[in-house]
C-alpha cells in the first residue's frame, strides 16, 4: 500500500501493539495476539505494516475533534478521519482495508471503527492519547459485520458477527482490560446482523438483524433474497439471552433491517433498505420500544421515492428530537421530528453518505467528500460516529 | 479553458450541494454523469450478447452430460467413462463462462451454491459426498430427492469426486453402479438448474426486460445509472471472484516475505485437472462481457483509454492463466509458475481499481459505485 507523503493534513504514523517484542497497554503480548499477529499481517501485507512508520498518536483526543467516520483516498487507499464540528479534517490515520461502522465510549474515551462485511479486523484507538491503538481480528469462523458498540461502562466491546458455517448471527464481546480479548459471545437471535445500539443502562442490546444469509466463500453476494429472514432483538447483555423479537411480517420480508440508533427515552429507530421489486414502495424507516409492537413511520410517498428504497444510514438527535436518515442511491437527507414522524427537512445531497447528531440538527457526510459543507479530497464511508457523550 | 473546465463545474457541484435543488437538476450538473443514451442499448447487448448464450450454452453442455453419464451407467466402459469426464468438463468451461453473473434467478432457489459450492474448507461437503458413497444412499440417486440434499452433495464439486475421486475407476465396470447413478441424479440436476436459469432469462417480459429498459415502474432498476451500476458490479465482483475466491484459496502469496508454498487439495477442480482452465474461462467471460456489451461506449470521449487499460490487462491475466499447465500441484511446485500466479494476483487487483475506480468513476457512477451495496 502506498504511503502517503507530504500531504499537509497531518497523516499520523500508527502505533501499533503488532510486534512480539512491543508492549500494549502496559502488557506484553500473549500468544493469542501473536497468531492475530500473524493473521493481521497476512491480511494487511507486511509492506503495509512496515509502512506504519514513526509513533506519532492519532489526535483523536484533540478538543476540536468532534467527529470520526472512516474514508478511502484518491489513491484507493482506506484510513479514519477524526473531523471538526464544521466538518474539517483535524487528523487521520491509514487502515489495512476499508473500514465501515464506528463507535465510541464517552467513559473510556476509545473509538472502534470496523472492518467493513466480510471484514476480518477492527481497530480500537484511545481517545485520551493513553494507550496505543489495538488491532483486533476476527476469530476462527466469524466474520464482522462491520458495526458495534461498547458496553456502558466503556470497559467491553460488542461487535456483530458472522457465525459463517451455521449462518447465524452472533455478538462477539472483548474485553478492554485484556487487550481486547475475545472473552465470549451469545447470539443475535438472527440471521445477518448488522448494526445495533446499546440501552442507555447498558443492559440491553438493539440489534438489527438485517436477515440477509452471506458466506465468506460467497464474498458479498446475497445468498437468500427469496427467503430473507429480517428483524429487530433485544438481547440482555448481563446474559446473552433473548428479550424480544420483532421478526418482520411476511410481506416485508425482503426488507432489511440494517441501521439503529436510540433515542433520549430509549425508542430504538431503524432503517431499512428493501432487496424486493425496485417500483415497490415499503416503508423505510420504524421505531420501537421495549414491550411494543414495530411501528413504520408512513413517510410521503415523494420522500419514500427519493430515498430510493435504501436508508443507508441513521441517527437520533437526542436534545433536539430528530431523526436524521440519508440514502446514497437516492441523493439526499431527511430530517423527521421524532416525536410525530412528519418529515421536517429533505436536502439534496449527492451520495449522501454518513448521518450523526450535530449540534444543531445533523452532520451528513457524501461519498464524494462533503462533510457538511466542507470538501476534503475523500470518498467518506457510510457511517459517521459523534466523539462525545450524549 | 480546459484547465478551467473542471474548477467550474467544482463550483456548480458545491452550489448543487450546498442548496436543495430538484433531483435532475442537480445531477445534470456533475462533471461526470451516466450516458443516459448509451445504456440501455449497452445493457441489452449483455443480455442478447453474453448472458442469454452463455446460459443456452450452460444448458447444452448440461444435456450432454446427463446424457453421457447416463450412457455410461448404461454401459460402463473406459470409453464411456472418458465420454462422461469430458463432458463434465465441457460444463466446468460452460459455468465458468456464465458463473460471473451471481444476480437474479442465479441467486434464488440457492442456485448459485447448488450448482456450485467451493471452497470447501472444512471437506464437510467431501465427507457428505464420501458417506453416500460408502452407504449408498439411494435418495441421493433420484434428481428429485437429491435436490433436498445439502447444496455441497449435488453441484459440480460432488460429481467431480463421483467421475475422478477415490473409487473412480470402478465407474468403468458393473460395480461402479451406484457411484454412476449418484453421478447421473447430479447431472441432472445440473441440467435441471441450468433450464431454470435460461427459461428466467428467456421470458420476454422477465429479467431480461428490465435489464433492457431501466425507468420507473421497472423492478430492478429506476435509471440508467442503477443499470450501469449493477452491470459494472457485474465485472467488479467477478474480477474479486477470481481473485479472492478462486485463487487464493490454493494459494495466498508471499506472506510475511515467504511464498506461500501452496494447498494444490484445496485448489477448484484439481481433480480434474480445470483449475486454471476454468481461471482463464472467468477471465475470457468477463473480458467478452465487457467487449460484447460495448461498456467502452460509456465512456465519455476524453476517457477512452481507461477501455484500452482494462482490455490490456484481460489479455494479459489470460496469458498468464493459460501458461499454467497441468496439475496444479505440480504448478504450485515450480517456481516460474508460482510467479506466474503472483503475476495473477497483483493484475487483478489492479484491474479491479481500474474497473471500480477508473471506469466507474469516469462513466459517471464515482465513488458511490461500489460503496452502497449493500452496507
Known sequence: MARPSSQGEGWAGLCLCLDSADVCHGKRMNAKNLIDRRSFVKMAGAAWVAALGSRGAFALERTDAVFASAFMAPDGSYGVATLTEEGEIVDRTLLPARAHGMAFSPVSHRAVAFARRPGTYAMIFACDGTAKPVIITAAEGRHFFGHGCFSADGRLLYATENDFAANRGMVGIYDGGQDFARIGEFPTYGIGPHDMTLSADGSTLAIANGGIETHPDFGRAKLNLDHMEPSLTLVDTATGALIEKHALPPDLRQLSTRHVDIGADGRIWFGCQYEGARDDLPPLVGHFAKGEALAFVALPERTTLALANYVGAIAVNRHEELVGLTSPKGNIAVTLDARTGRVLKEERIVEAAGVAAAEHGFAVSSYDGYFKQHRSPVAWDQHIVRLSAG | ?375
Open chain 2, 1 to 375: 479553458m480546459r484547465l478551467a473546465l473542471p474548477l467550474a463545474l467544482g463550483l456548480l457541484l458545491f452550489v448543487a450541494v450546498a442548496a436543495p435543488a430538484p433531483a435532475q437538476e442537480g445531477g445534470a450538473l456533475l462533471p461526470r454523469v451516466v450516458d443516459e443514451a448509451a445504456v440501455p442499448g449497452v445493457m441489452a447487448k449483455a443480455v442478447d450478447g453474453f448472458i442469454l448464450p452463455g446460459y443456452r450454452n450452460l444448458a447444452e453442455t448440461t444435456k450432454a452430460l446427463s446424457e453421457a453419464t447416463a450412457a455410461l451407467c448404461k454401459a460402463p466402459s473406459a470409453a464411456s467413462l472418458e465420454a462422461a469426464r469430458s463432458a463434465f468438463s465441457g460444463v466446468v468451461q460452460s459455468w465458468s463462462a456464465i458463473e460471473i453473473i451471481r444476480l437474479g434467478p442465479a441467486l434464488e432457489q440457492n442456485r448459485f451454491e447448488r450448482f456450485l459450492f467451493y471452497p470447501d474448507r472444512k471437506s464437510t461437503g467431501l465427507k457428505q459426498v464420501q458417506a453416500i458413497l460408502a452407504k449408498g444412499d439411494e435418495s441421493a440417486t433420484q434428481a428429485e430427492t437429491l435436490k433436498a440434499k445439502s447444496v455441497a452433495v449435488q453441484g459440480l464439486g460432488a460429481l467431480e469426486y463421483a467421475l475422478y475421486g477415490t473409487g473412480a475407476e470402478t465407474l468403468s465396470g458393473k460395480q461402479g453402479d451406484f457411484r454412476c447413478r449418484y453421478g447421473l441424479a447430479i447431472s441432472e440436476n445440473l441440467d435441471t438448474i441450468a433450464g431454470e436459469l435460461l427459461a428466467e432469462w428467456d421470458k420476454p417480459d422477465g429479467i431480461q426486460a428490465a435489464w433492457k429498459q431501466p425507468g420507473p415502474g421497472n423492478p430492478l432498476f429506476r435509471d440508467n445509472k442503477e443499470a450501469a451500476t449493477e452491470l459494472l458490479g457485474v465485472l467488479v465482483h467477478g474480477v474479486e471472484m477470481v481473485k479472492d475466491q478462486r485463487l487464493r484459496p490454493f494459494y495466498a502469496g508471499a506472506v510475511d516475505g515467504k511464498r506461500d508454498p501452496g494447498h494444490p487439495r484445496l485448489a477448484i477442480y484439481w481433480r480434474s485437472v480445470n483449475t486454471m482452465p476454468s481461471v482463464s474461462t472467468n477471465f475470457r467471460a468477463l473480458q467478452k462481457l465487457f467487449d460484447t456489451a460495448g461498456m467502452e461506449s460509456l465512456l465519455p470521449a476524453d476517457s477512452r483509454s481507461i477501455a484500452g487499460s482494462i482490455n490490456f490487462l484481460f489479455k494479459a491475466l489470460i496469458n498468464a492463466a493459460d501458461r499454467i499447465n497441468g496439475p496444479i500441484d505440480a504448478a504450485l511446485a515450480d517456481e516460474r509458475q508460482r510467479s506466474t500466479l503472483d503475476f495473477i494476483a497483483l493484475n487483478t487487483a489492479d484491474l479491479t481499481d481500474r474497473l471500480n475506480r477508473d471506469f466507474g468513476g469516469a462513466i459517471g457512477l464515482g465513488a458511490g459505485f461500489s460503496f452502497a451495496d449493500g452496507d
